[in-house]
């Protein structure tokens, strides 16, 4: 696609349930990232897949949340049991290789009630 | 580590010239970057500079860099009421932390017609 896509854009879930979260990168692109934005906050770096590489998952914030890319396609974030604390924007981004420049997705809205 | 530190707030007239400064600890940090956040809208890459320069001028947009002082600043000529969003500044991390980029939480700049 023309650029990042993100779904769903808003989501409401109960605490303790589980979410998924999904980004299409921009096609070619082999960097992908998730960035997690909570309100009035600078966004916070969860992990970054680079090709074929290991990714980097030191910035998830627990292990509740894990995140899976197939080759250089689709992301997707699971948070398993969500607390309110994991409300926030989740922001997803993708660049034709690391330190390149990244172009951001709209983002999803998640809200744990 | 990084830390990314931003006033938070601005408000200028349209017109008149905005600076939001921006203070970043890696010095080695490859390149520092301006991203604008429009609401509801994901991240857009403003311009960005490279560690080895001292100015950037991109139309009404000028990055001055002060590696001494590791201070950053955007400076916005002829603001005007569109240009009111939260910008955020970047720096890139090095090494295993290469695939990151540190946020500060923005500034958000208000313009005033």
């Known amino acids: 696609g023309a650029g990042v896509s993100q779904s769903p854009s808003n989501k409401v879930t109960e605490k303790g349930k589980d979410v998924e979260l999904r980004c299409d990168p921009i096609?070619?692109?082999?960097?992908l990232y998730w960035y997690r934005q909570r309100l009035g906050q600078g966004l916070e770096f969860l992990i970054y897949f680079q090709g074929n590489s290991a990714p980097d998952k030191s910035g998830l914030p627990s292990d509740r949340f894990s995140a899976e890319r197939t080759g250089e396609s689709v992301s997707t974030l699971t948070i398993q049991r969500t607390q309110q604390e994991d409300s926030a924007v989740y922001l997803c981004?993708?660049?034709?290789?690391?330190?390149?420049?990244?172009?951001f997705g709209q983002g999803t809205r998640l809200t744990v009630v | 580590g990084e830390d990314v530190e931003q006033s938070l707030f601005l408000s200028v007239r349209e017109g008149d010239s905005s600076v939001i400064n921006c203070t970043y600890t890696?010095?080695?940090?490859?390149?520092l970057y301006w991203y604008k956040q429009e609401p509801g809208a994901g991240l857009q890459l403003l311009t960005y500079?490279?560690?080895?320069?001292d100015m950037k001028q991109d139309q009404r947009l000028t990055v001055l860099l002060n590696k001494k002082d590791k201070h950053l600043s955007l400076r916005i000529a002829d603001t005007q009421t569109g240009d009111s969003a939260i910008y955020f500044c970047a720096e890139t991390g090095r090494g295993s932390t290469l695939g990151r980029l540190y946020f500060g939480r923005g500034t958000q700049l208000t313009v005033w017609p």
């Open positions: 981004a993708s660049s034709q290789s690391l330190n390149t420049e990244a172009f």
């Open positions: 500079i490279f560690s080895n320069m």
């Open positions: 890696d010095s080695s940090s490859t390149y």
């Open positions: 096609s070619g692109h082999t960097a």
